[in-house]
């Protein structure tokens, strides 16, 4: 909570997406006034009705909570009284390279109505940027990316493991790591390139951590006696290696991994360097969709036209409805190009997906199934009935060992 007459500080946020809505949000319930800018009229008007864009346990209650530290516009011009401005808009890629446009128009348009205000960048954006877009517009940028994970993006916010704050002006980081100072949390106070390579090198080494355990689930599905499950425990329990990000499953997905090493491969590419381990990680998260393949082939080769495989959850993890990247979704349209017929149920995802028939419950969507693949840990799934008798890969490891005959649980040789 910020004291005394800086109580109701006025913060602006640029881009009302998933990180810019729990920004705003976060904010505010650490006792700012926020001014929440998108160009999508509707998600400010869904925003200022009460209702967050996207999902994300605890947001809507917050957002009410917190309602009148909170002002939502499409008007660029509501910012003219923020000293901070956060943009945090989405840094897609095009053609393999991040597209910046989103970024660079947002600082313009922050220049136009309040040059004197300090940017902030949350948007994931590549080394050299924030310093490229300071020589451009004059406008002072502090580079500070997020660690946010959905489903956890609230606590992420209020309390991350350590808060990056990247400058070249010691005033404007100073009063950065003011904003931050409710959260408690370890500041590395350092300049725009590190905190910006600081994104990249986290999100690409989690990626490289899934795949590595992914690889190693392969060798152990090989090996009799193996289980991935308890070699991980086991490595996990090393302080060095810690347990996170050592859950075998389908491969990571999501708005942020494949994207951003992508970008960051091609960023080094450009620099002469060749960031092989990555790249790797890349290639094994590929590979394990084809892995499910193989394994629906071989039990059913020669029949794939009328077998009916159902595909338990479609969003790239549980607890989000975020279907973005998701390996579920190319999984199914890999079933679909090689011609088995699809059938899917999700308990959040909104996705439509073209000759792919949608249930309402998981339990429908296995009775109308030859073959089911768990591809999403959401927690209901852990209570399916799967003695069916039928063709079960457990992508996610959360059906008992003994459930099913017929079950493949991947990483482990049964
Ligand atoms: C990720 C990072 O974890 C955040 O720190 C970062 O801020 C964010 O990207 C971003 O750049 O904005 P998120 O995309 O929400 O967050 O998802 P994660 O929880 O990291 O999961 C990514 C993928 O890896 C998912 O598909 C998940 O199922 C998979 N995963 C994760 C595993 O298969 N095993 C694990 O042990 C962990």
Not at 172 to 189: D, L
Not at 290 to 296: A, E, M, P
Not at 298 to 309: A, L, M, Q, W
Not at 384 to 395: A, E
Request: with cysteine; aromatic share 8%.
């Amino acid at each position: 909570m910020v004291e005394g007459e800086e109580k109701f500080m006025r913060i602006g946020v640029v881009g009302l997406g998933y990180i810019g809505s729990v920004t705003s949000v976060a904010l505010a319930e650490a006792g700012y006034e926020v001014v929440g800018i998108d160009i999508d009229e509707l998600k400010v008007k869904s925003l200022s009705a009460g209702e967050p864009p996207i999902y994300e346990p605890g947001l809507k209650e917050m957002l009410i909570k917190n309602s009148k530290k909170l002002i939502f516009s499409a008007d660029y011009g509501a910012l003219k009284e923020a000293d901070y401005i956060f943009v945090i808009v989405p840094t897609p890629n095009k053609d393999g390279k991040i597209y910046l446009k989103y970024v660079e128009d947002a600082v313009e348009n922050v220049k136009r109505v309040n040059k004197n205000a300090i940017v902030i960048i949350k948007s994931t954006v590549l080394p050299g940027t924030a310093s490229n877009l300071m020589r451009k517009t004059g406008m002072t940028i502090i580079s500070n990316p997020e660690f946010t994970k959905e489903g956890t993006a609230i606590e992420d916010t209020l309390k991350p493991d350590r808060v990056v704050i990247g400058g070249n002006d010691k005033k404007a980081i100073e009063e950065v790591k003011k904003i931050w100072e409710f959260a408690n949390s370890p500041i590395i106070e350092t300049t725009n390139e590190n905190a910006e390579m600081i994104k990249y090198a986290s999100n690409a080494f989690l990626a490289v951590k899934v795949s590595y355990i992914n690889e190693i689930a392969n060798l152990c599905e090989k090996v009799p006696g193996c289980d991935v499950e308890e070699v991980a425990r086991g490595m996990g329990l090393d302080k060095r290696i810690a347990p996170y990000f050592l859950k075998a499953g389908i491969g990571f997905g999501g708005s942020c991994f494949p994207k951003d090493t992508t970008a960051f491969m091609s960023f080094a590419k450009d620099l002469g360097e060749n960031l092989s381990i990555i790249e790797s990680a890349v290639k094994v998260n590929k590979n394990r969709i084809l892995r499910i393949i193989d394994l629906l082939e071989d039990k059913f080769s020669g029949s794939e036209k009328n077998i009916r495989v159902g595909v338990l959850g479609l969003t790239f993890k549980a607890n989000t409805d975020d279907t973005r990247e998701s390996q579920a979704v190319k999984l199914v349209e890999k079933l679909l190009s090689i011609g088995f017929k699809v059938n899917a149920y999700d308990p959040m995802a909104k996705i439509k997906l073209e000759n792919v028939e949608l249930f309402n419950s998981a339990k429908d969507c296995i009775e109308n199934s030859d073959a089911v693949v768990i591809a999403t840990e959401w927690p209901e799934f852990r209570e399916l009935n799967v003695r069916t008798g039928k063709f079960v890969i457990d992508m996610r490891r959360i059906l008992s060992l003994n459930s099913n005959s017929n079950l493949k649980i991947v990483g482990h040789y049964g």
